[in-house]
């Protein structure tokens, strides 16, 4: 698993390259993998719009790019508990193995202060409570409508239906508020 300490420079380069495009600037150039690039964006996510000390991290059909969320979190905080599902028990084992996390259901994934979701995953209402942040790492994640119809949500596009709060680079600039008080937080990293 990568060291925090790598992973520093990867939030680094996301969250100034989100700023940059917030404030329609000259993007800075990177040399990051989409994988990185993908796990620092969750890790930023997680820096503006958690609570202010997360103490569990739920990783939702993460597979491979496990580690490098881990690696990305932990460079911004490090979550006591690592909970880990995915569809198959195989790779849920596996998963847990390399990122020394926990394989639990899918709702117990979701009760978590940062839920990591990716692929083919579903997150209900009832399994997220006040205060998480859900980070959905691409459109494959299906999120529930009454999840979504309470939430504040941020990203770059939405569903139809649903109000986004702002971009996470208009929170990382500075030019919106993020997190506030309890509320229940997602992000549409796609």
Same mark, same amino acid.
């Given at each position: ?16 390259t ?12 990177? !040399? ?22 997360? @103490?569990?991290?739920? +990783? ?8 490098? $969320? ?13 909970r ?9 084992? %596996?998963?847990?193995?390399r990122?020394?996390? @926990?394989?639990? !259901?899918?709702?117990?994934? #979701? ?6 979701? #990716?692929?083919?995953? !579903?997150? @209900?209402?009832?399994?997220? @409570? ?34 986004? $709060?702002? !971009? ?10 993020? %997190?506030? +008080?309890?509320? $229940?937080?997602?992000?549409l990293?796609?």
């Amino acid at each position: 698993m990568p060291a925090a300490g790598d992973a520093r420079g990867w939030l680094d380069v996301v969250e100034a390259t989100l700023v940059a495009r917030a404030l329609s600037r000259p993007v800075p150039p990177t !040399s990051l993998t989409p994988a990185q690039a993908l796990a620092a964006r969750a890790a930023v996510a997680a820096k503006f719009l958690a609570v202010g000390t997360p @103490r569990t991290l739920g +990783l939702v059909g993460a597979g491979e790019l496990a580690p490098l $969320i881990v690696a990305a979190q932990c460079a911004y905080a490090a979550p006591r508990e690592l909970r880990v599902f995915e569809a198959l028990p195989v790779e849920a084992a %596996r998963t847990a193995n390399r990122v020394d996390g @926990r394989v639990v !259901s899918l709702a117990e994934a #979701c009760a978590c202060d940062i839920v990591v979701a #990716c692929g083919r995953a !579903s997150v @209900r209402r009832e399994w997220v @409570r006040g205060g998480t942040l859900v980070t959905a790492l691409d459109a494959e994640v299906a999120l529930d409508p009454a999840l979504l119809a309470i939430a504040h949500v941020y990203g770059d596009a939405a569903p139809p239906g649903v109000r986004l $709060i702002a !971009s996470l680079g208009a929170v990382a600039a500075g030019l919106v508020d993020g %997190r506030t +008080l309890d509320e $229940i937080t997602v992000l549409l990293a796609d």
